[in-house]
């Protein structure tokens, strides 16, 4: 074989990976399949995945997309020794992915690859997928035909996802109930709570348009918290302050986002209203608004930054004159064992 054969074949083998690339991203998985010889093989241990012959590949690699949200992948060419009609290589990947069951992340990766020449030209004999690094933080980022078609932060969810994500945090362990309004949602929480019951609210824009923040620290019915720690010294009461914020008979407040499948997301800047949640008080109340319900644990921490924040920095700024931040994030995928937690769910758009 001269040297202009061997040049040749390199060429057309890089060709065949950045087609297999090609065929993934434009989701054409019958073209992929027929990158393979009849008993090629595609191996990944570490989805796991084994597929042989070309129907199989076909097959179970629509499987695969079927999972995908979005999907990303970029080939770089490695090293390939040719001996004959075979040859042997690598090609390393970089992939962006986020999964429809809320997997997300990107990695490094390397295909160890088998070759043979066959009359169609080189085909794959065998592909087998070795992950060589893995980080699936959060992705910030989306396609951007998909920003623009996502609903806005703002608009309350529709009866069917109000009710997914009430049967989905009922089956956690959650007290749900659907309510229309705030002001339902206000008879509730006095109705919820005992006369004379030390009573702890969250900073919360829900609480102060439905009523509540004035109703709980200002009415007389309850032992207020705010309310007393307003006449406590920050440094020299500093541990009584903490203790009298953890363990309040009840907590009432609100989050930053529900799931629908099942989880409550709270951000805080001082963190002071976390405690209680997680197992310092006798009961939790969270009231929600509509506007607040996202398919899953992604889009939650998504509205968090790009919409709570924004609105919540703004309120800080003019209220104490200093920026809000998420200094403290709070996933609460079941109620905590000692505070049974109630949501209460509203029909409509409250708060931020």
Do not use: C
Not at 50 to 65: A, D, F, H
């Amino acid at each position: 074989m001269n040297d202009f054969q061997v040049i040749a074949d390199r060429v057309e083998i890089q060709a065949l990976q950045a087609e297999f690339t090609d065929a993934v991203m434009m989701r054409d998985r019958a073209r992929l399949s027929r990158l393979f010889t009849p008993d090629g093989v595609l191996r990944m241990p570490d989805v796991p995945v084994e597929l042989t012959g070309i129907e199989q590949i076909r097959v179970g690699g629509e499987k695969l997309q079927e999972q995908w949200d979005f999907f990303v992948q970029t080939t770089h060419p490695g090293t390939i020794e040719i001996d004959g009609d075979t040859a042997t290589g690598r090609a390393y990947m970089h992939e962006i992915v986020r999964l429809k069951n809320d997997f997300q992340g990107l990695n490094h990766a390397i295909y160890h690859d088998r070759y043979r020449r066959t009359a169609q030209g080189w085909r794959f004999a065998e592909r087998v997928y070795e992950i060589r690094y893995l980080d699936t933080t959060p992705l910030t980022g989306s396609a951007p035909g998909a920003a623009q078609a996502r609903p806005p932060f703002t608009a309350p969810a529709p009866a069917d996802r109000l009710e997914r994500a009430a049967a989905a945090l009922a089956e956690h362990g959650f007290t749900v109930e659907i309510l229309d309004d705030a002001a339902a949602a206000r008879a509730r929480v006095h109705e919820l709570i005992p006369a004379d019951a030390s009573v702890f609210t969250g900073a919360s824009e829900t609480l102060r348009l439905s009523g509540l923040d004035e109703d709980i620290n200002t009415g007389g019915r309850y032992r207020s918290v705010k309310t007393r720690a307003l006449g406590m010294d920050r440094v020299t009461e500093a541990d009584d302050l903490r203790r009298l914020a953890a363990t309040p008979d009840v907590i009432v407040g609100s989050v930053a986002a529900v799931t629908e499948t099942g989880s409550l997301v709270l951000a805080s800047g001082t963190g002071s209203q976390l405690p209680g949640g997680v197992g310092g008080a006798g009961r939790a109340i969270w009231v929600v608004g509509a506007q607040k319900v996202v398919p899953d644990l992604p889009t939650a921490l998504r509205r968090v930054q790009e919409h709570a924040l924004p609105l919540e920095d703004a309120r800080a700024r003019a209220a104490y004159g200093q920026p809000s931040a998420v200094n403290q994030l709070l996933v609460l995928n079941a109620p905590a064992r000692l505070t049974p937690g109630t949501v209460l769910l509203l029909r409509e758009a409250v708060g931020f």
